[in-house]
């Protein structure tokens, strides 16, 4: 199974691509979708619609684990990601992939154990799950990673309905 895996934002989109059979995971690629503080969002937007785009028809996932929004301590940043997401979630459904949903917490939990754990130990737990020692550079491209890894894990997995 194929799964993308997305950290969604305005300013940042990680994503990956992994490859999971029989409890093997194989990271296939990795990266970030940037946009440029100084466009108009809409602008922006159509960046993010168009390499989600290439992304999906490049690499053809069976499914997409997103990070899902629940709480956000910046109000200033909240409505940006979430149009950002809701693009996002147009082209997964434009292309028939379904969408499964983890928070953070969720992420947290499945991957260390703890709901509360910091970066470094996802980062860890990424690793020893890929059996690799380096990993993108992107704080966000290494969640996309995690939220991915999550799916293959979860007990949750039915498709939400956007």
Do not use: W
């Amino acid at each position: 199974m194929k799964i993308l895996g997305i950290d969604p934002g305005m300013a940042i989109v990680g994503y990956s691509l992994i490859e999971f059979d029989n409890d093997a995971l194989t990271l296939v690629t990795s990266g970030s979708i940037q946009t440029a503080k100084g466009q108009r969002e809409s602008a922006r937007l159509l960046e993010i619609f168009n390499d989600i785009t290439t992304i999906i028809d490049t690499y053809k996932p069976d499914v997409c684990a997103i990070e899902k929004l629940f709480f956000f301590r910046n109000r200033t940043t909240v409505m940006p990601v979430a149009h950002a997401r809701g693009v996002i979630l147009t082209v997964l459904e434009q292309f028939k992939v379904p969408v499964y949903e983890y928070t953070p917490m969720e992420v947290k939990q499945v991957l260390t154990g703890y709901g509360r754990a910091d970066k470094k130990e996802v980062e860890h737990m990424v690793k020893l799950a890929l059996d690799c020692d380096n990993l993108p550079k992107l704080d966000d491209t290494i969640d996309s990673i995690a939220i991915a890894i999550c799916h293959t894990r979860s007990c949750v997995n039915q498709p939400v309905m956007v």
